[in-house]
Nanobody, 126 residues
Framework: QVQLVESGGGLVQPGGSLRLSCAAS????????MGWYRQAPGKERELVAT???????NYADSVKGRFTISRDNGKNTVYLQMNSLKPEDTAVYYC????????????????????WGQGTQVTVSS
């Protein structure tokens, strides 16, 4: 079983900062890519940032220069440092893991579907 648990969300003033964390647990051998997505009320879920196991990152244009994604492969944890927050950043932020390989008694098994966290609320308001 693979589980993702996000933490670090909350209420912050415009221009403030937050750091989100997401820890993956289970009999995990490796995770190819981890990322953050967000969904605001009445809007579709959108990509915020992703990072591969080798450290290659990708950001949405709306957060470039303000957000930084990082990961600790040994802890199967991904982080999102959010600076210069704007009211438009208000959303539920979800953690995602792709290309998860789990340990089996004989080898490893690659999951054919991604894992998602339960989400953490980020509210930017004065």
């Amino acid at each position: 079983q693979v589980q993702l648990v996000e933490s670090g969300g909350g209420l912050v003033q415009p221009g403030g900062s937050l750091r989100l964390s997401c820890a993956a647990s289970g009999n995990i051998f490796s995770i190819n890519a981890m990322g953050w997505y967000r969904q605001a009320p009445g809007k579709e879920r959108e990509l915020v940032a992703t990072i591969t196991s080798s450290g290659i990152t990708n950001y949405a244009d709306s957060v470039k220069g303000r957000f930084t994604i990082s990961r600790d492969n040994g802890k199967n944890t991904v982080y999102l440092q959010m600076n210069s927050l704007k009211p438009e950043d208000t959303a539920v932020y979800y953690c995602k893991a792709d290309g998860v390989q789990v340990r089996t008694p004989w080898s490893t098994l690659r999951r054919g579907y991604p894992s998602w966290g339960q989400g953490t609320q980020v509210t930017v308001s004065s």
